[in-house]
DNA sequence: CTAATTGCTCTAGTGACTAGAGGTTCAAGA
DNA sequence: TCTTGAACCTCTAGTCACTAGAGCAATTAG
């Protein structure tokens, strides 16, 4: 049995992370002390990095719920796993490609500046002005 | 003079968006008709645009803020506007960075599975288990 | 003059936490 | 056994950049 604290050192979650999880229906409501306090079983502890590892992959708390649930069914079919694994990859994919967008407009914004002073400023100039940039965002 | 959805219609920016750039301090507040309603002078028109371009390239509303400030100083030195650009590059940089390394591992989860059955999956197998990923995230 | 459209303010909700207040319980040393 | 300090509890509010909605007032076209 480990407390929050425990659960949290190795897991490397904030407690405050933890009751929250386990507020929003991811992490079952663990067992209690006496005196009110958590008492996580070790399956709590794996749950836990489960879901750890899900957000470092950029999972919603939402995709996350509904990967539990079917992770509780170990005989049904897995394409709703493999759909939501799927999803997040284009949703990434998307983003960066976004993402380098404004890479290469920021690039050419933050490095021309001749300029000295606001007047001259070449930031100021290019955000003024969305023509001197060479497409949409 | 504009009314509000005047300037919305000219700039794509929804009006309660307009609204709260003015709450936020980036739109001073303008004149208002003997209804009170707001009725906006060119210049807002036009610095209205600057918000927008900014925000699209992904500034916040404090740098914004910032410029702005330093918009209506033509002889100071630009140093200021040009480290907030280089600043935000350097953000966005960082950010596909990570971002690819996710991409890399998603695309492995997304795209093993071969299993069946949820007891089988892949995508719940590697969620479950960290030391499959090629790196950290 | 009337009706439709547009505008006003204010409040609350989004996602995934984080911070803080104000109080209680636990564990270890004396 | 007692005490002290760390850890824990619940609850509320704040983050960011909006967005939605309620309930009302002003404007504009016919
Ligand atoms: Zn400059
Ligand atoms: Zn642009
Ligand atoms: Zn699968
Ligand atoms: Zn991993």
Redesign the pocket.
Known sequence: M???????RRTG?????????EQ?GLLEA?Q????????FAKAELERLAF?RHA?DLG?????IRQLIDLSGHADRPCADADRIAKEQLASVRDRIAKLQKLEEELERIATCCTGETIGDCYVIRALSNHSLCGHEH
Chains 1, 2 share one sequence.
């Open positions: 480990y407390s929050i604290g425990d659960l949290s979650v904030k407690a405050p992370t933890i009751r929250y999880y929003m663990p209690r002390s006496e005196g009110n306090q958590r008492r879901i957000r999972l919603t708390i939402n995709s």
